[in-house]
């Protein structure tokens, strides 16, 4: 990403945050709850890391059911509301900003969250930084005509192109899904590492 490009989207984040009161609302992703039994049943360990976490909804819902979070994300803005929130929740979670377009994962995690957000490049570098038996939760928007058109093609995933990715690496799709005719059409799944 050029310099311009990054400090467009960090710019871009920092005022949607800053204008908005939760962006993606103060619930937790709905998969990410309905599947909490399905991941504990499966999850080698407490170690978890929220990608491009924005304002910390499914960290903060990670912490307080005993993981140690990570969380990442481009926009201090966006970092600064889930540290006041984490704090109000009485919960720890070490919020660091970082441009994930060059990120080199230096830890290994037993639990990787990738919501609502698209990074090609990052995903086997995920996958890679799973701890053996790891669980790498996946839920983001498809390409679709129901899709609002204020999405830009490239972050968004191709009608099947999320199984297809995963089926190329060592270890299990425990459950997916694709809902192409939803009023936020997603593709979703549930992968563990060999
Ligand atoms: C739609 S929000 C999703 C936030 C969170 N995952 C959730 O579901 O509540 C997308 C997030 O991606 C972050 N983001 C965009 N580009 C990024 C980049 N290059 N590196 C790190 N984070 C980025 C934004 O700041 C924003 O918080």
């Given at each position: 990403?050029?310099?311009?490009?990054?400090?467009?989207?960090?710019?871009?984040?920092?005022n949607?945050f800053r204008?908005?009161?939760?962006?993606?609302?103060?619930?937790?992703?709905r998969?990410l709850?309905?599947?909490?039994?399905?991941?504990?049943?499966h999850?080698p360990?407490?170690?978890?890391?929220?990608?491009a976490c924005?304002?910390?909804?499914?960290?903060?819902f990670?912490?307080?059911?005993g993981?140690?979070?990570?969380?990442l994300?481009?926009?201090?803005?966006?970092l600064?509301?889930?540290r006041?929130w984490?704090?109000?929740?009485?919960?720890?979670?070490?919020?660091?900003a970082v441009n994930l377009?060059r990120y080199?994962?230096t830890?290994?995690?037993?639990?990787?969250l990738?919501?609502?957000?698209?990074?090609?490049?990052?995903?086997?570098?995920s996958?890679?930084?799973?701890?053996?038996?790891?669980?790498l939760?996946?839920?983001?928007?498809?390409?679709?005509p129901?899709?609002p058109?204020?999405?830009?093609?490239?972050h968004?995933?191709?009608?099947?192109e999320?199984?297809?990715?995963?089926?190329?690496f060592?270890?299990k799709?425990?459950?997916?899904?694709?809902?192409l005719?939803?009023?936020?059409?997603?593709a979703?799944?549930?992968?563990q590492?060999?």
């Amino acid at each position: 990403m050029h310099q311009d490009a990054e400090e467009n989207s960090q710019l871009k984040w920092d005022n949607r945050f800053r204008n908005e009161t939760c962006v993606l609302g103060i619930d937790p992703s709905r998969y990410l709850v309905d599947h909490l039994d399905l991941i504990m049943a499966h999850v080698p360990g407490t170690k978890a890391l929220d990608v491009a976490c924005g304002e910390g909804r499914n960290s903060i819902f990670l912490a307080k059911r005993g993981f140690q979070v990570s969380g990442l994300d481009i926009s201090a803005v966006g970092l600064e509301k889930g540290r006041q929130w984490m704090e109000r929740e009485g919960v720890t979670i070490d919020f660091r900003a970082v441009n994930l377009e060059r990120y080199e994962f230096t830890e290994q995690y037993d639990l990787i969250l990738n919501c609502n957000f698209l990074l090609r490049n990052l995903i086997p570098k995920s996958v890679a930084a799973l701890s053996s038996g790891g669980i790498l939760v996946f839920d983001t928007l498809v390409d679709s005509p129901f899709v609002p058109n204020n999405h830009s093609k490239e972050h968004l995933l191709q009608p099947g192109e999320l199984v297809r990715i995963f089926q190329g690496f060592p270890g299990k799709i425990l459950t997916q899904e694709e809902k192409l005719h939803d009023e936020m059409p997603t593709a979703k799944l549930i992968f563990q590492k060999k």
